[in-house]
């Protein structure tokens, strides 16, 4: 039974498990050791970095994407383990992002992928037969599955046997009692306020003789009679240390930290994670484990503001969709909770249906604390927190503290929709972006106005920033009214084949030096919805991220040529863009052949192994083929091309029914249900070389 306050409990869960995973991350090993973490930092008591925007890392790519095995091959809930092998192929960039791409018997990870690839299915794809017990059983059995604990509240059993089979992919023997272990104790905390409870249920799901039950159980007895973790920490390290076990990061060691910092952190989550950063070994992914644990059960209540404050309920991600890599916190949580419901075979509140759909932005700011990401450009000028105090709508807005602005006085309330480099501090995991909003949109929101002093009102102008010019596109000025909620709605502007990578309002004083403007402005309901119209000229796009913007690619070499996009390739090879989950559209591209036989677009990709491709197939032919986990030709028909000859190709999607036209002349279609929405892109399946001219995108 779906427990109260649901909904909340994932959310703190998942900030929890983000806090856990932020603060760990840059004193991660091998290079930062306990001694070392001590003598730099003595006491860690909050973030020890303060990041631009924190990059992705895989401790949360993992537990995002492999949870999407429940939308694509488990949307009956009967989770099996090559569900998941299947997400694995499916959402990673082979190589890139997602996990530590280590080597072939060095990182598990790497090594289950590349079983994966080559056709050996899960679980044997981690087995100890396969891989070996010291690979088997290294940390990532337990750091990729938390999701699978809050999808399943107050059903540990259930919870345990979703993340084996989640993490059977890629481990084995001890790696899968981590996985066991973590959902139960995540599961176990929607209904319980007592750490040593939890802990005792995660226990009963994996087997007394196990060393993973040892090793929390040698951590519980010493904390009977030990008041304080560093003894305990030298406990592990005298009978459970690295020395005594293989691999990189092996789980038997960063198991005794997790039940160390949960027992010794007392019920506080801020002290729980920052002991299980202190301890050094596997920071990020110890603290991260035991925020979730620790965010599920204190709730909202639970997160200090001084390490969710910076976090704005804003995660990055890494996988092959940049549409899904800008995360937004709150319409997770509320995604997690609806495949909760799911699960546990009970109606969703209208309410929680209502507050998102997919492909739009829609922020409400309902969850407790919530902001959505949503930024100042001047903190001195304005503040912004959530707020009870007045709402259009539910119970909750976003309120900004207008302080002192004069005549001239300017400052931005914003949302991100797309990143570049230059706003990150280092390239963890190499994220990849592109845009969640585009011209065509409507952006709407409500205002309100409870301004104190000034001889004017305070007024605003919506606008939207491209990313090449910084140019910031204004729609007109519009004059706020005093104790009343206005409506504020405008079309997004096609910018001249540029990204957006700002959308929001300028909010402008017009009070003079001796009356300068103070108060209050709340905003609600703000949303970006419709089908988008554009152009990504590739002249206006950057090589970031080892990637041409606003693509993800996956194999091949690209880069620009002139004004094109450029695409070397020994191997089968793609770029991916759009929102993933448009789904009537025709997508027109320029597109030269240089050498080889494969020159593609692409359609309605859900993934590496999910879409729809068309093209140049062969000398003489044109083809529409299917990639569902291996590329099937569809129909096939005469068509003479040359090479270095520049073709206007055009792909759609309406319904069941998908188009390849070739200079405005449609030369084939065919009905095929497999997929109804995904990214559009390019690529090749055969070895060469192709350029591809501007996109033109027009959702139907």
């Keep these: 039974m779906i427990p109260d306050k649901y909904l909340e409990k994932v959310y703190s869960g998942f900030l929890g498990m983000n806090i856990g995973i932020r603060l760990g991350a840059p004193v991660e090993p091998t290079i930062w050791t306990y001694e070392r973490i001590l003598n730099t930092y003595g006491e860690i008591t909050d973030y020890v970095k303060d990041f631009k925007n924190f990059a992705a890392d895989d401790d949360v790519n993992g537990p995002v994407y492999f949870l999407r095995a429940l939308y694509d091959d488990a949307k009956d809930g009967n989770l099996k383990p090559q569900d998941v092998a299947r997400a694995w192929l499916n959402y990673a960039r082979e190589g890139v992002g997602m996990f530590w791409w280590g080597g072939y018997g060095i990182s598990t990870e790497h090594t289950a992928y590349l079983n994966l690839k080559h056709g050996i299915p899960a679980p044997q794809s981690g087995s100890m037969n396969q891989n070996g017990q010291v690979l088997a059983e290294q940390i990532g059995g337990q750091i990729f599955i938390d999701t699978w604990g809050l999808v399943n509240p107050c059903q540990p059993a259930q919870a345990a046997e979703f993340g084996q ?11 899968i009692y981590g996985a066991r272990f973590f959902c139960a104790c995540i599961a176990h905390a929607f209904q319980c306020q007592d750490i040593h409870e939890i802990i005792q249920v995660g226990l009963s799901q994996i087997p007394d003789h196990s060393l993973y039950a040892k090793v929390v159980n040698a951590v519980l007895d010493f904390h009977k009679e030990n008041d304080h973790w560093r003894d305990c920490y030298d406990m592990l390290v005298r009978d459970w240390g690295y020395d005594k076990y293989g691999g990189v990061c092996h789980i038997i060691p960063n198991a005794g930290v997790c039940a ?10 801020a002290k729980t994670v920052e002991i299980a950063t202190m301890c050094g070994w596997d920071t990020d992914c110890n603290a991260g484990n035991v925020g979730t644990v620790l965010g599920v059960m204190r709730g909202i209540e639970g997160l200090p503001e001084r390490y969710r404050k910076p976090m704005n309920d804003g995660i990055i991600l890494s996988g092959i969709s940049g549409y899904l890599n800008n995360l937004d916190v709150p319409t997770y949580a509320k995604e997690v909770a609806l495949l909760g419901y799911r699960l546990a075979e009970e109606e969703a509140p209208a309410s929680l249906l209502d507050s998102i759909k997919e492909g739009e932005v829609h922020f409400d700011f309902e969850l407790p604390g919530s902001t959505h990401n949503m930024r100042i450009s001047d903190s001195f000028y304005c503040t912004a927190s959530h ?17 002192r602005m004069t005549r001239g006085n300017q400052c931005k309330l914003y949302y991100k929709p797309f990143y570049r480099r230059d706003e990150f501090s280092d390239e963890r995991y190499m994220p990849v972006f592109t845009p969640t909003v585009y011209p065509g949109q409507i952006v709407s929101m409500k205002l309100y106005l409870d301004q104190w002093n000034g001889w004017e009102t305070l007024g605003i102008a919506p606008y939207v920033r491209s990313m090449s010019d910084k140019k910031e596109h ?17 079309v997004i502007p096609e910018v001249d084949g540029d990204l957006i990578d700002e959308v929001g309002i300028v909010i402008e004083g017009y009070s003079i030096a001796k009356a300068k403007t103070l108060g209050l402005l709340y905003l609600d309901e703000f949303s970006i919805t419709g089908k988008s119209k554009y152009t990504v000229k590739i002249a206006k796009q950057r090589k970031e991220f080892g990637t041409i913007t606003p693509f993800s690619v996956d194999h ?15 191997e089968p090879a793609f770029a991916y863009a759009g929102n993933y ?106 070895m060469g070389r192709t350029l591809f001219g501007d996109f033109e995108i027009m959702e139907i």
């Excluded at 204004?474 to 405008?490: C, R």
Aim: charged share 25%; hydrophobic share 40%; proline share 1%.
């Design 260 to 269: 160390l910092s949960m027992v010794y952190g007392n019920g506080d989550l």
């Design 581 to 686: 989950f448009s789904k009537d559209v025709r997508v027109t591209v320029p597109v030269t052949p240089i050498n080889g036989e494969s020159h593609l677009l692409q359609i309605r990709a859900q993934g590496a192994m999910r879409g729809y491709i068309a093209g140049f197939s062969d000398e003489g032919k044109a083809a529409i083929y299917k990639n569902d986990f291996g590329f099937k030709k569809l129909i096939e028909t005469d068509f003479t091309w040359k090479h270095g000859t520049a073709y206007k190709l055009t792909l759609e999607a309406i319904g069941d029914w998908i188009a390849l036209s070739i200079d405005d002349k449609k030369v084939l279609d065919i009905k095929d249900d497999s997929f109804r929405y995904g990214m559009f892109g390019c690529g090749s399946i055969g």
């Design 474 to 490: 204004l729609q007109g000025y519009i004059k706020l009214v005093q104790e009343e909620w206005i409506d504020v709605t405008f």
């Design 165 to 175: 089979c989640a993490a059977s992919v890629s481990h084995d023997g001890e790696g």
């Design 387 to 403: 707020s009870t105090d007045v709402a259009y709508k539910g119970s909750g807005s976003l309120k900004i503290l207008v302080d």
């Design 556 to 570: 091949g070499a690209w880069g620009k040529d002139g004004d094109a996009l450029s695409l070397m390739r020994c």
